[in-house]
């Protein structure tokens, strides 16, 4: 059992409250998932940066700051309790080289030219208070709260999964081909930093996805190529997408009005968003695709 969570702001109106949307969100899933959390935001900067999120480890910030400037052009780099944003003009396959090669202990969180992701082993209510979520601004966000079941509790065994440019994934459920699906990837040229399965099925959608296949039509052929339960949300730049497995057996709720729409295992987490009482509330047919973009 975990609580997955998201919010699409149709207008600017909340543009500045997504994080403080997002965080009591977040909170109210604890119950769900008291193992670890973790959320992505997405964020148009004026500049044509790539970001990378990046999570220390242990490593020394200073150290890491003087040693990675020698080796990239760095735009600018910021430290957020053990994790750094770094933005960089250089290709993310050149970065991502250099930071496998010269620091293997970070680990890449995610990277792309919108997307923060931060999360962390502990309760929801402390990983949102360690990277002070409710300070964050945006256009949309996803996040999970996560009760381990089928890998260890670390780091890099916490949603969200990103798994290629600007995409991400949260998970409610279960995969049982994952092991399968991740030797078939890796073939592919995806790789895998943990033995979860929703890492497996983040890579399935970035796979797909670059090979010009749309992010509706990949959810769609999931259902078939995916086992298991699930309840999924995964985020692009431009917005996100739900679906639920046909058999439907783990909780999703969306409430919808004319400036967001928020998603979460159980109505608890959205209650407190602003008209929410107004919102069209509806749970997502088994099977089919929800989409939400600017």
Same mark, same amino acid.
């Given at each position: 059992?975990?609580?997955?969570?998201?919010?699409?702001?149709?207008?600017?109106?909340?543009?500045?409250?997504?994080?403080?949307?997002?965080?009591?969100?977040?909170?109210?899933?604890?119950?769900?998932?008291?193992?670890?959390?973790?959320?992505?935001?997405?964020?148009?900067?004026?500049?044509?940066?790539?970001?990378?999120?990046?999570?220390?480890?242990?490593?020394?910030?200073?150290?890491?700051?003087?040693?990675?400037?020698?080796?990239?052009?760095?735009?600018?780099?910021?430290? +957020?309790?053990?994790?750094?944003?770094? =933005?960089?003009? #250089?290709?993310?396959?050149?970065? *991502?080289?250099?930071?496998? $090669?010269? !620091?293997?202990?970070?680990?890449?969180?995610?990277?792309?030219?919108?997307?923060?992701?931060?999360?962390?082993?502990?309760?929801?209510?402390?990983?949102?208070?360690?990277?002070?979520?409710?300070?964050?601004?945006?256009?949309?966000?996803?996040?999970?709260?996560?009760?381990?079941?089928?890998?260890?509790?670390?780091?890099?065994?916490?949603?969200?999964?990103?798994?290629?440019?600007?995409?991400?994934?949260?998970?409610?459920?279960?995969?049982?081909?994952?092991?399968?699906?991740?030797?078939?990837?890796?073939?592919?040229?995806?790789?895998?930093?943990?033995?979860?399965?929703?890492?497996?099925?983040?890579?399935?959608?970035?796979?797909?996805?670059?090979?010009?296949?749309?992010?509706? +039509?990949?959810?769609?052929?999931?259902? =078939?190529?995916? #086992?298991?339960?699930?309840?999924? *949300?995964?985020?692009?730049? $431009?917005? !996100?997408?739900?679906?639920?497995?046909?058999?439907?057996?783990?909780?999703?709720?969306?409430?919808?009005?004319?400036?967001?729409?928020?998603?979460?295992?159980?109505?608890?987490?959205?209650?407190?968003?602003?008209?929410?009482?107004?919102?069209?509330?509806?749970?997502?047919?088994?099977?089919?695709?929800?989409?939400?973009?600017?």
């Amino acid at each position: 059992m975990c609580g997955i969570v998201g919010i699409y702001l149709k207008s600017k109106k909340f543009e500045n409250s997504l994080g403080g949307m997002l965080s009591d969100m977040l909170i109210n899933m604890g119950s769900r998932g008291p193992d670890s959390a973790g959320f992505a935001v997405y964020k148009e900067d004026e500049d044509e940066n790539f970001k990378y999120s990046l999570c220390l480890n242990g490593t020394d910030y200073e150290k890491f700051k003087k040693e990675i400037t020698n080796k990239i052009t760095i735009s600018n780099i910021e430290k +957020n309790s053990d994790h750094v944003i770094m =933005k960089s003009k #250089d290709q993310p396959s050149d970065v *991502i080289k250099i930071l496998n $090669k010269n !620091f293997n202990e970070i680990s890449i969180v995610g990277y792309g030219k919108s997307i923060e992701i931060f999360k962390q082993v502990g309760e929801p209510k402390d990983v949102v208070k360690k990277f002070n979520l409710k300070s964050f601004s945006g256009t949309h966000g996803i996040g999970h709260t996560r009760m381990a079941t089928e890998s260890a509790i670390t780091t890099d065994g916490s949603h969200p999964y990103s798994t290629g440019e600007d995409e991400c994934l949260v998970h409610n459920g279960s995969l049982s081909n994952h092991n399968n699906l991740r030797r078939k990837l890796k073939k592919a040229g995806i790789n895998f930093n943990s033995e979860n399965d929703t890492e497996v099925a983040a890579g399935y959608i970035s796979s797909n996805l670059s090979n010009k296949k749309s992010l509706n +039509n990949t959810l769609k052929d999931g259902l =078939k190529d995916l #086992d298991g339960f699930y309840t999924f *949300i995964t985020g692009t730049r $431009k917005g !996100f997408a739900v679906l639920r497995d046909e058999i439907a057996c783990k909780p999703a709720v969306i409430a919808e009005t004319e400036d967001y729409v928020a998603i979460a295992s159980e109505f608890q987490a959205m209650a407190h968003l602003p008209n929410v009482n107004d919102a069209k509330i509806f749970e997502p047919e088994p099977g089919v695709v929800y989409s939400w973009e600017n």
